[in-house]
């Protein structure tokens, strides 16, 4: 699946490599629109459909919430409160139809093979994102798992990076599908890698990030192209 040279491989030694979650390493979307719609059901919102989810999660939990409301012209009232609804129902049966993007597991073994330390770095509570993992069996892969309350400033900010990537490495990047992502990781000083299938109010080459990649499997050739230029 991997065809690098020695060298290149060697560039995996002592990396760290960051991963967005949802709509980067899975796709979360039908759970997180089947709890959205629950929450804002009594308020007499409309149901917001699945593709208009995809294109916002990426802001976290509160971001999503405010944006069911504003499309239909209301205010959110009592934040908090509605977050924790969302977290309780979502959290019920967090991973029901959720599932692993192709060739996710694949990439992570060989990376973390070659040498490389690998986080997740996500918008996402930590609470849930510590949940999704386990249930989806990825938790094995990653050395931290850095939610919003894991760190000092969510993603567009560089501590989230920073936080994630830890200390040490001698070459990092980020890997997601959004614009806090690709921002985050510029303030960060970091690469950013985008997935063209994930979770983005705009077209992912519109973004910014120092690569596109249409499918899982190329992260280590990208990762290679940006640490060898």
Not at 73 to 95: H, M, S
Not at 148 to 163: G, L
Request: with cysteine; glycine share 8%; net charge negative.
């Amino acid at each position: 699946m991997f065809q690098l040279s020695d060298d290149e491989t060697r560039l995996f030694e002592r990396s760290s490599i960051a991963f967005d979650l949802d709509g980067t390493l899975v796709d979360t979307a039908p759970d997180l629109v089947r709890a959205l719609n629950a929450v804002i059901q009594p308020y007499g919102l409309s149901p917001v459909p699945l593709s208009d989810v995809r294109a916002m999660v990426g802001r976290g939990a509160l971001a999503l919430m405010q944006r069911a409301f504003e499309r239909e012209g209301r205010t959110l009232d009592d934040p908090e409160a509605r977050v924790k609804d969302f977290i309780e129902i979502y959290g019920q049966d967090v991973a029901a139809d959720s599932r692993v993007f192709p060739d996710v597991e694949a990439t992570l073994d060989w990376l973390a093979g070659q040498g490389a330390s690998l986080s997740v770095c996500t918008n996402k509570p930590s609470v849930l994102s510590d949940m999704i993992l386990e249930e989806l069996g990825l938790t094995r892969h990653f050395t931290r798992i850095i939610g919003p309350e894991r760190t000092t400033a969510k993603k567009p900010a560089p501590d989230h990076v920073r936080d994630a990537l830890g200390d040490g490495h001698a070459r990092g990047a980020l890997v997601g599908d959004s614009a806090p992502d690709v921002d985050s990781a510029a303030a960060a000083g970091v690469p950013s890698i985008i997935l063209s299938y994930g979770y983005s109010e705009k077209p992912a080459g519109s973004l910014g990030a120092d690569r596109v990649i249409h499918a899982f499997r190329d992260v280590p050739q990208a990762l290679t192209d940006l640490w060898r230029g």
